[in-house]
């Protein structure tokens, strides 16, 4: 369960952490294991490290207690691809199926191939990056020359989403049945989230694939949708994520 003001409550049904001994031992074994690979990772010792080269450290350890509090009850998967399937097979409702970011065509694809009877929508300028991002791409990184190859039921909507999205639903009404956020950046997660803010109902799932396990983690697509959950009242569940990545599928309840 999620807070109106955009947090997640810690409450025995999200399946959120408890002063138990049981809790307790967990931690302590946890920090055990970050010791150990610390020092297989950094060497033992105590001066001062290179900030850079501990960032994805330090992302991981604060994203590993970011999921412990907040996700216990999310299935866990290997790859991105099974928890693109998973969170498919958990549309409820009937609306359109929307993906941002479309880069080679290889995600909206796969969504294509599972809903054949469906036809799915793929936001993408296909530019690259609008600006810089904290992993160390700039703007510019993920353009390509041409469109990729996409199946028959997939339509692409060429250009910013800032300069798309409005007018694409103001021609396509009905809610969003699933929404793959590939934006990376806040600023483009936001615009996806604002505009599509009335569409975005009970039961829309929306799978987030740089939710978290990076550094800045906070400042991007976890600000964006935290901000947006906030703002409008919204209340989620997380139901699955990649542990060793960053994707996180939710829920709107």
């Known amino acids: 369960m999620v807070c109106a003001n955009g947090e997640e409550a810690r409450t025995m049904d999200q399946g959120t952490s408890v002063d138990t001994a049981a809790d307790d031992a967990a931690e302590l074994i946890f920090f055990r294991k970050v010791k150990t690979a610390h ?23 604060e994203s590993y207690q970011h999921a412990r509090e907040h996700m216990r009850k999310a299935v866990r998967f290997d790859t991105r691809e099974a928890l693109l399937h998973f969170s ?9 199926v929307l993906e941002f970011g479309v880069f080679s065509g290889h995600t ?3 969504m294509a191939d599972k809903l054949n009877h469906k036809m799915i929508y793929g936001f993408d300028s296909f530019k ?9 791409a700039k703007a510019g990184a993920f353009a390509r020359e041409g469109l990729p190859s996409v199946r028959e039921n997939v339509q692409l909507v060429v250009g910013w989403f800032d300069d798309t999205l409005r007018t694409f639903l103001a021609s396509h009404p009905g809610n969003i049945s699933f929404l793959h956020v590939d934006c990376d950046l806040y600023s483009s997660t936001r615009t996806v989230l604002t505009e599509a803010r009335d569409r975005i109902v009970p039961g829309t799932v929306i799978l987030f694939d740089e939710y978290f396990n990076y550094p800045d983690w906070k400042r991007h697509e976890y600000r964006a949708f935290q901000e947006f959950a906030y703002e409008n009242n919204i209340k989620y569940e997380y139901i699955g994520l990649v542990p060793a990545f960053e994707q996180v599928a939710a829920r709107i309840l």
């Open 88 to 96: 498919l097979d958990k549309i409820s409702i009937d609306g359109l």
């Open 108 to 110: 909206i694809n796969i």
């Open 39 to 61: 020092d297989k990772l950094f060497g033992a010792r105590g001066g001062p490290y290179n900030i850079d080269s501990v960032a994805y450290f330090a992302a991981a350890i």
């Open 128 to 136: 690259g990056l609008p600006e810089d991002w904290t992993t160390g």
